[in-house]
T-cell receptor
Framework: QQQVKQSPQSLIVQKGGISIINCAYE??????FPWYQQFPGKGPALLIA?????SEKKEGRFTISFNKSAKQFSLHIMDSQPGDSATYFC???????????FGPGTRLSVLP | ETGVTQTPRHLVMGMTNKKSLKCEQH?????MYWYKQSAKKPLELMFV???????ENNSVPSRFSPECPNSSHLFLHLHTLQPEDSALYLC?????????????FGQGTRLTVV
């Protein structure tokens, strides 16, 4: 119930392409779904987050799509750039909870 | 810089050593966390402190001992570690009890147990 599944484990995309990372959860009590980006040697940093009252959130080239009934959410990176090469973690938490549950991560490589 | 600073950045220790990891945040947050990040594994929550009180211990072995003297500082005391404890240890902080706000991570301490 606490697990967040994430796929794919790794992803290679050409520059200018679309990167798509998918996550799924079981616990319907989760109500906050952030995505974190982690570069080598750095800690994860918040990229974008969504709450289940909306189905999509867009910030620049990054979009979260959320499907509450399917308990799935995904990150789309449009016009992917080599600088986007990093590990991406989806996560879920619930209001008044104190624990983010993280997915296992997706290593994205954007080829120049 | 995220406002969360961890020291040291790298640490090599023997199995009989005692060492401490330090985390400091200047964000005015009330909640602080220790996470363990191992290769090919999800981020694992270890401990949570809220207003200096430990509110969660995620079944962490007693060879890891946290300390939170105030809302700005968090320590992780290490003793008699095992090689499988080698990992990146991340500290994070957030505003308070409502966890569904952004968590800010430090850059981590890369720990190697030999």
């Amino acid at each position: 119930q606490q697990q967040v599944k994430q796929s794919p484990q790794s992803l290679i995309v050409q520059k200018g392409g679309i990167s798509i990372i998918n996550c799924a959860y079981e616990n319907t009590a989760f109500d906050y779904f952030p995505w974190y980006q982690q570069f080598p040697g750095k800690g994860p940093a918040l990229l974008i987050a969504i709450r289940p009252d909306v189905s999509e959130k867009k910030e620049g080239r990054f979009t979260i799509s959320f499907n509450k009934s399917a308990k799935q959410f995904s990150l789309h990176i449009m016009d992917s750039q080599p600088g986007d090469s990093a590990t991406y973690f989806c996560a879920a938490s619930r209001d008044y909870g104190q624990n983010f549950v993280f997915g296992p991560g997706t290593r994205l490589s954007v080829l120049p | 810089e995220t406002g969360v600073t961890q020291t040291p950045r790298h640490l090599v220790m023997g199995m009989t050593n005692k060492k401490s990891l330090k985390c400091e945040q200047h964000l005015g947050h009330n909640a602080m966390y220790w996470y363990k990040q191992s290769a090919k594994k999800p981020l694992e929550l270890m401990f949570v402190y809220n207003f200096k009180e430990q509110t969660e211990n995620n079944s962490v072995p007693s060879r890891f001992s946290p300390e939170c003297p105030n809302s700005s500082h968090l320590f992780l005391h290490l003793h008699t570690l095992q090689p499988e404890d080698s990992a990146l240890y991340l500290c994070a902080s957030s505003q308070g009890y409502r966890m569904n706000t952004e968590a800010f991570f430090g850059q981590g301490t890369r720990l190697t147990v030999v």
